[in-house]
C-alpha cells in the first residue's frame, strides 16, 4: 500500500529537532526554502513510487549542511544524516545510506548524476526555477554573502549566476523527465537571454530587498 503522507511520528521528530536549524541560514537556505523542497518532493514520490517517508527525511536534511562551509554543504549534510543515530528508528542503514548519498547529490553544480531515485527527486525538487524565486534567492544571497559589493558589482554578479547556472548552456540539470521544472526553466532562459529585460528583474528584486 503506498503512503500518502510521511509517518506521523517522523514528522514530529523532524519538526522538532531538524527544521528549526534553517532559522540560522540565510534567506535563500531558511526555512521557507526547505519547507518548498520537501512539499515538491512529496509530490514527486508520488509520482515516481519512492518510499515517502525516505523522501520526506532526505528533504528535509538536505540543506542542514550549511551551517558549515556552503561549497561543501552537501557533503556536509550527507554526514550529519548518516551520524544521527535516531533515525534509525525508521531507517535500515541500507536507507540510511542511499538517504545520505541522495543528499550528497542534490546540488545543481554536481558532476554526475544523482545515485538513485531518492537523489534525483530532491535535487529536481531542490530546483526553485520560478523566474521570481531564482531572481529573488540570487538577490538576497549576493546582499548577506557580499555586503561590500554596490549595485553596480551586485548586478554583475547577478548576471554571471545567472549565465553559469540557468542559461542555456548552464550547467543546471534536470533528472526527471516532464517535471514542472522543464517549463519554468525555458520560461527563465527567455529572459535571461534578454539582457535588456534580466537587467529590470535584477533592479526590481535589488530595490525591493534593499528597501526592507
Known sequence: ????????????????????????????????????????????????????????????????????????????????????????????????????????DHRASASHAPRSIYGKIVAEADRDISAETVFRRTVQFGLANYPELDRDHHWLRFKEHMDNKYSRHGYIRLWIPNSPNEQRLNELRNIIDDKTKLKAEFDRYYDEETAQ
Request: aromatic share 6%; net charge neutral.
Open 1 to 104: 500500500m503506498i503512503k500518502n503522507a510521511p509517518s506521523l511520528d517522523l514528522v514530529e521528530f523532524i519538526e522538532t529537532n531538524i527544521l528549526p536549524q534553517y532559522a540560522a541560514f540565510d534567506k535563500a537556505h531558511n526555512l521557507e526554502h526547505v519547507t518548498r523542497v520537501i512539499r515538491r518532493s512529496l509530490e514527486l514520490v508520488r509520482t515516481t513510487g519512492a518510499d515517502m517517508d525516505m523522501a520526506y527525511t532526505i528533504a528535509a536534511y538536505h540543506d542542514i549542511g550549511m551551517s558549515g562551509p556552503r561549497a561543501v554543504h552537501h557533503v556536509t549534510g550527507g554526514k550529519i544524516l548518516a551520524a544521527d543515530a535516531r533515525l534509525k528508528r525508521w531507517f535500515s542503514a541500507e536507507q540510511i545510506k542511499v538517504m545520505k548519498e541522495a543528499v550528497e
